[in-house]
Antibody, heavy 124, light 108 residues
Framework: EVQLVESGGGLVQPGRSLRLSCTAS????????MSWVRQAPGQGLEWVGF??????????EYAASVKGRFTISKDDSKTIAYLQMNSLKTEDTAVYYC???????????????WGQGTLVTVSS | EIVMTQSPATLSVSPGERATLSCRAS??????LAWYQQKPGQAPRLLVF???TRATGIPGRFSGSGSGTEFTLTISSLQSEDFAVYYC??????????FGPGTKVDIK
């Protein structure tokens, strides 16, 4: 059974940093790309970023709203994906989900499994 | 960036009735579209990928159709557990992956 468990959320002041972790189990972590998606309170889903598996270079992509501030990485030996968030803004307040991506053809990925999410509140 | 729209914003349906949800892309996404279901306080769950392929374990009453810019998710006979918010998402032209704003299916 695929399990994704996020941790590291909490209350943080604007301008500060926070690192989220996503611990995975139930699948061969290193074979999969991973995404982070967020949901502001009462709002819809917003894709944050993506990291390819090492087989495809382990490279990353980001939404324009977080590019240059957020960094995604993964440790295949520990089966953990990370979201490092710097220079946080009040508008970054959201539940952050990590998700497993599955390939659906050349350069095509859909989100398959989701974690339960962790709440990040950015406020002074 | 491809903009996804969904209609209606809210759909009121009686249990046992059919529900038809629409999703439109601002430009063609071929068949590279997924549907997700989200219940209050829960993570989203994948229902359909490739516009029409049901994900593992998804009941047959859920069906997806469409290609290009127009897509439909149909729930043939609504069960109590189907009342939720439904999102479409394109993965054809990315980054970014983009989601629609959601359709809330509630009890009539």
């Amino acid at each position: 059974e695929v399990q994704l468990v996020e941790s590291g959320g909490g209350l943080v002041q604007p301008g500060r940093s926070l690192r989220l972790s996503c611990t995975a189990s139930g699948f061969t972590f290193g074979d999969f790309a991973m995404s982070w998606v967020r949901q502001a309170p009462g709002q819809g889903l917003e894709w944050v970023g993506f990291i390819r598996s090492e087989a495809y270079g382990g490279t990353t992509e980001y939404a324009a709203s977080v590019k240059g501030r957020f960094t995604i990485s993964k440790d295949d030996s520990k089966t953990i994906a990370y979201l490092q968030m710097n220079s946080l803004k009040t508008e970054d307040t959201a539940v952050y989900y990590c998700a497993q991506n599955r390939r659906d053809g050349y350069k095509l990925y859909y989100i398959d499994y989701w974690g339960q999410g962790t709440l990040v509140t950015v406020s002074s | 960036e491809i903009v996804m729209t969904q209609s209606p914003a809210t759909l009121s349906v009686s249990p046992g009735e059919r529900a038809t949800l629409s999703c439109r892309a601002s430009q063609s996404v071929s068949s590279n579209l997924a549907w997700y279901q989200q219940k209050p306080g829960q993570a989203p769950r994948l229902l359909v990928f490739g516009a029409s392929t049901r994900a593992t374990g998804i009941p047959g009453r859920f069906s997806g159709s469409g290609s290009g810019t127009e897509f439909t998710l149909t729930i043939s006979s609504l069960q109590s557990e189907d009342f939720a918010v439904y999102y479409c998402q394109q993965y054809n032209n990315w980054p970014p992956f983009t989601f629609g704003p959601g359709t809330k299916v509630d009890i009539k």
